[in-house]
């Protein structure tokens, strides 16, 4: 049996919303050779799930903000990978900035 594009749009779930992890908190940070930090930026965690050119968004609380950031979904769903789940968080880098540069003074 040969799958056309029809029979393959019913085989593959469409994007659907899976909890994400939420973080710890901790007296100190880990260290060691196998860690990385790195700044937490002001934003809004979302999660990115891709199925074929299917792109939803989902905020940490799976409230799907696919229709409010279309630039967004369009650029997900630009990348090379048929199937992904992003844990992402996104940010406005000039405000972030700034807020970096005055911490910084």
């Not at 994400?20 to 940070?29: E, L, M, V, W």
Request: positive net charge; hydrophobic residues 40%; aromatic residues 8%.
């Amino acid at each position: 049996m040969t799958l056309s594009a029809r029979t393959l749009h019913w085989a593959v779930p469409s994007p659907a919303f899976v909890p994400p992890c939420s973080p710890t908190t901790a007296s100190k940070p880990p260290t060691g050779e196998r860690w990385t930090h790195e700044l937490k930026w002001d934003g809004y965690r979302f999660q990115v799930v891709k199925i074929g050119r299917e792109v939803r968004l989902f905020s940490r609380k799976g409230a799907d903000w696919t229709e409010r950031m279309p630039a967004m979904a369009a650029a997900f769903a630009g990348l090379p990978a048929r199937v992904a789940q992003i844990d992402a968080r996104m940010a406005d880098e000039g405000a972030n900035r700034a807020r970096l540069a005055r911490c910084t003074e």
